[in-house]
């Protein structure tokens, strides 16, 4: 009955049926069925030892990726941690994962299949077909070094039911496996209710992914963090990067196909870009149409080759360089596309095209295809993000050019915002200080310039058309404006209010005052005689009432009408007793919200001295010096390095931390020297440890 039942599940997914073998279930080896002939028998879909095999010739290679990602968002830079997966493909340390798992990446951490750690460096990137390649150097693993390296296959020779494993880190665990069978050889993603020519994947506005390529759809069990790795065949060799689930529709997988796979990679270590022609064309296929042959042109754009050419929306090309070309249905839209990227930049094509039921050629030479993204900056001291412009991004805005650097994002509360008019997210910013703006890199060389002669600074940006001035006043570095108060006199004791009704609770009827509840021996040179237990219900002359269980005012108000070094009588009950003590009022220890504070904004961390109170309250040794964690960033360099908000800072590299002074000049001196690796010895509740931060100099 078992087998029936497995034999009808073959038939239902279409799996061949050789992959239908029965082993026995405790088999280890393929001879395990001869040297012992009784064991107890099961049906699997494959031999073991095909999947164990296939296995091993590549799971070694598979590589976990930890990216420190650089987000831009509220007007300054996020650091974020995300995981993904690669598979090593050349003695050099090259390893293939894709572009969404690299991009706007600041640092690259891989882990081998033997858990081994090592810093990788982004050799290119390619967000048309969703492929990275980083490098590590295997000169770092040591002269004993030993990795796999994998093979890939041809994924031409993919076909429907094939059996296939999956190879990652889902969910940034460690390196699993997963089993199933390829759906589709040539996936396009897209369904019958979307318009062909509106096919263009996007990881956001101005940047397009899966215009030229088709997917391998599968249904072996992926997850977040499986991004990048492998789709093996059985034969042990790569034949898709596994790019993308969907996380409805049961197990739909989705890997870039091997042969795409390795023409990008090639081209990334080759030249650090795939450099693609360029023709400025929109197509969409011919099947809901009244035509039966050619490519129908969807869309033309402005100042383009196609455009110099004279091809409009519309028209129906037949041949290109005398060669016919039909694409009936999307799935072939791709293909087509790749043909004319591919060719080489600045060729000449001769395009017969009809138009009006008349046969017309013209011809157009190829241009090369830009980056769809410009370079980023965050401007801490305008509280901006801004992206350099693009061909593509200018376009997509209708924009005269691509002067000017975009507004992408904008911090509450930030200069940006304060100025009037306030700039806004999309906004075009082309004149600083009378500074014309062409790129990113002159709008750095304005702000330098315009910071270092004045605090205000005119500038002109374009929104929707028109053109506005406003003036930026940038933010000074913070500075502590806590101001220095006068000495408050202080008894040194923590006090809780001891209304009547507790105090009859208590047995202690008539001792309504203040219960002392802590005596801070450590701050008078000499023992005051106060108990942790007496209720004080006076001082001098002054009785002490409490006006509820929360009214400490009553106590601090009664001292602030004394002096610093002033001798007063304290009365209080102790063991039903009332007794009177002398003691003399100190000075109020500094508290923390009046200890000295400084913040490090490329950092992103705030810190502060350590008080009395601090030593006190966390049973410290006395004397204990250093600067307590008051603020850190998630997407700060502090925050991506693990320290935590109460942390007490106590050593920074070699420098022993005594206070923000230190604090401030131990950080200053690592950005001068610019380690690799900045190291902090921190004191975290009762365990000291140290953290490693790998700050992006650059």
């Known amino acids: 009955m078992i087998a029936f039942n497995y034999r009808m599940l073959l038939l239902l997914l279409g799996l061949p049926s050789a992959y239908c073998l029965v082993v026995p279930a405790t088999a280890q080896s393929p001879n395990a069925l001869e040297q012992n002939p009784q064991v107890r028998w099961r049906e699997t879909l494959v031999p073991p030892s095909s999947v164990a095999w296939a296995r091993d010739r590549v799971f070694g290679a598979v590589v976990s990726i930890v990216t420190v990602t650089e987000a831009h968002q509220d007007g300054r830079a996020r650091l974020t941690r995300h995981g993904g997966s690669g598979t090593i493909v050349s003695e050099a340390g090259h390893i293939v994962t894709n572009a969404h798992v690299s991009m706007d990446g600041a640092k690259f951490k891989i882990i081998l299949a033997d858990k081994t750690e090592i810093e990788a460096k982004l050799v290119g990137e390619d967000p ?51 089993f199933g069978i390829v759906n589709s050889d040539k996936r396009l993603l897209s369904n019958f209710f979307e318009d062909d020519a509106d096919y263009e994947q996007a990881l956001d506005r101005d940047q397009p992914t899966g215009s030229y390529y088709r997917w391998i759809q599968h249904d072996a069990a992926i997850a977040p963090g499986n991004s990048g790795g492998p789709l093996v065949s059985l034969k042990g060799e790569i034949i898709g990067v596994n790019t993308r689930g969907m996380p409805f529709g049961g197990d739909m997988g989705f890997s870039s196909p091997s042969n795409i796979v390795k023409d990008v990679a090639r081209q990334l270590i080759d030249h650090g870009e795939v450099i693609r022609s360029f023709v400025g064309l929109k197509f969409k296929p011919i099947h809901s149409t009244a035509h039966e042959r050619g490519v129908l042109v969807n869309s033309v754009v402005e100042d383009s080759p196609a455009a110099t050419a004279g091809l409009r929306p519309g028209d129906l090309i037949l041949t290109i360089d005398d060669k016919p070309f039909t694409v009936l249905h999307g799935d072939q839209m791709p293909e087509f596309r790749r043909h004319l990227s591919d060719l080489p930049i600045g060729s000449n094509l001769k395009i017969s095209f009809e138009r009006d039921e008349k046969t017309f050629e013209t011809e157009l030479v190829t241009e090369k295809y830009e980056k769809d993204l410009g370079p980023r900056l965050a401007v801490k001291s305008w509280g901006v993000t801004l992206r350099g412009m693009t061909q593509r991004m200018a376009r997509n805005r209708r924009l005269p050019n691509e002067e000017g650097v975009l507004v992408t994002s904008v911090a509450l509360g930030g200069p940006a915002v304060r100025a009037k008019p306030p700039l806004e997210t999309g906004d075009v910013v082309r004149v600083v200080g009378g500074h014309r703006i062409v790129d990113l890199a002159a709008f750095e060389s304005a702000i330098e310039e315009c910071v270092a002669t004045s605090s205000g600074i005119l500038v002109e940006f374009e929104r929707e058309g028109g053109r506005y001035l406003t003036v930026i006043l940038p933010r000074e570095e913070e500075r502590d404006q806590r101001p220095n108060e006068l000495d408050k006199p202080w008894l040194p004791v923590e006090v809780q209010p001891l209304s009547r009704a507790v105090a009859k609770l208590a047995g202690t009827e008539s001792a309504e005052g203040f219960r002392i509840v802590r005596v801070y021996e450590q701050a008078s040179a000499a023992p005051i005689g106060l108990m942790v237990g007496d209720v004080i219900t006076s001082i001098d002359d002054m009785k002490l009432r409490p006006r509820g269980a929360k009214d400490k005012s009553t106590f601090v108000m009664a001292l602030r009408r004394m002096s610093v070094g002033d001798t007063v009588a304290i009365h209080v009950v102790r063991d039903g007793k009332i007794q009177t003590l002398s003691s003399q009022l100190l000075a109020t220890p500094e508290r923390a919200d009046e200890a000295r504070h400084v913040k490090d904004r490329d950092f992103d961390v705030e810190v502060r001295d350590v008080t009395f109170f601090d030593v006190a309250k966390n049973r410290w040794r006395t004397g204990t010096r250093g600067v307590i964690v008051t603020e850190v960033e998630a997407g700060g360099w502090g925050g991506v390095g693990h320290l935590r908000s109460d942390d007490l800072v106590l050593q920074i590299g070699e420098r022993v931390v005594l206070d923000v002074d230190g604090f401030a000049a131990a950080l200053k001196s690592a950005k001068e020297t610019k380690p690799e690796t900045l190291r902090m010895l921190v004191l975290r509740g009762i365990e000291t440890r140290f953290l490693f931060l790998q700050p992006d100099w650059d």
């Open 128 to 178: 048309l077909s969703d492929i990275a390649v980083l490098k590590f150097d295997p000169r770092e693993l040591g002269e004993d070094a030993d990795f796999k390296v994998a093979q890939f296959g041809d994924s031409d020779d993919v076909e429907i039911g094939d059996p296939v494993l999956a190879m990652g880190a889902p969910w940034g665990m460690s390196h699993s496996m997963s």
